[in-house]
């Protein structure tokens, strides 16, 4: 995927001028967030069950190498086979070589946030092979040719307006020739659409919510089913993880699942719970004859032992930007790679390097609701920090910015002119502000009072009432 994260500021100011994105937007901020409070309300021991699955994961990453292996090795006794790669490219080549062995013309795929990282549709297309998205938020941005704008809803931010189109230009041809309105329809015609797909494909490629290393199973959790159908009818099933994904037991899996999908969509459990361990058995009645599993770093092997390795933890639950007020009000394509929200501010700097994603960290009005809601505990607020911090360091940082901060940091350091600064700077601002009390415009700092007008300092600083209730109170 093309990165456009050093446009953040352009890709925001187009995303907020957007009426059918607005409306979008408004119903991830009411819907997810409500369902979540529900269902975790509902739930006595949620708040236990985050720490358990924060836990389980932490120790994971402290003993990564262990479980890896051990989870390799219980994919080949079961006849699977697995495919370490480092980098993008390699698991690229891998997959292409198993769909080239498969001789494969068309490929269905499951939702995979791991496979947006590779673009792998674009490179399958490149080689001659046509992926197919079964995941019907997939399928439709796949058929408008967008990335996806959040983690567990990729066409969240589609209108059905704007679906009835899609569906009406690219159906036809399978005799859809009517514009469908009702949601409900719609859905039946993708299904109708994708139904043939599914038992022509050669290969299937999933994700992977979770590699179990006691038996060698991957597991995904989704909501339609497209993901068994993916994964059972091909000859070759496909998993795409990262190497993150990895968790000890069958029971840490379903801690960790308690917590998954009450934070994504506020259900108990998704609809669909698949577990995939090696290829078709001589009595097993379907599934894939071959099997395989490619494990990608991609970067995060770095990420261990650094400030960063919490991020690690991410179970792809959404809950972040579903309740960031800075997602909600500009989407998911202004933050112009594959995580969007909170996990992308932090995350994208490691992965597409913090020149390109220098805006993302800055998007943030650090309320931290995003670590409140964190199922597994991310310090988002703090790694965001620790990315700023980097960019000063580095002198990456916007010129105004920096100087800003050296100016601030050379007050900070003298209380006593910081005082007598403040005092005349407040002063100065009230009387700015006529009497309307409001400034219309603010001395270098034009982007803030460019929609908005800001109230301007009454009466004493807070130092000056400070001093003078101490006095009073003796
Ligand atoms: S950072 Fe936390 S809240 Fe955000 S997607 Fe990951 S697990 Fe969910």
Redesign the pocket.
Known sequence: MQVTSRQFKENSHKALQDEELRAALNRVKQGFTTKRREAADALPEFEQLRDQARDIKNHVLENLDYYLEYFESRVKDQGGHVHWCSTHKDAKDAILKICKDAGAKTVTKGKSMITEELALNKFLEAQGIEPIETDLGEYIIQLADEPPSH?IGPAVHKTREQVTELFHEHHQKYGYTEREEDAEKLVGEARAVLRHKYVTADVGITGANFLVAETGSTVIVTNEGNGDLTQSLPKTHIVVASLEKVIPTLEDVSTVMRVLAR?ATGQEMSVYTTFSTGPRRKDDIDGPENFHVILLDGGRSEMIGTELQELLR???????MNHCPVYHAVGGHSYGWVYPG??GAALNPQMVGLEEALHLPNASSFCGR?EE????R?P?PKILRHWREKAFEQQIAPKPDRWGIELWGFFAKRPGLYRQVTKIAAKMLSLMAGKEGRLKKLPFNNGWTRVRDLPAPQGETFMQQWQKKQKREG
């Open positions: 983690i934070s991410c179970i792809r639950c959404g809950a972040c909170p996990i995003c809601v964190c199922p597994v991310i988002l």
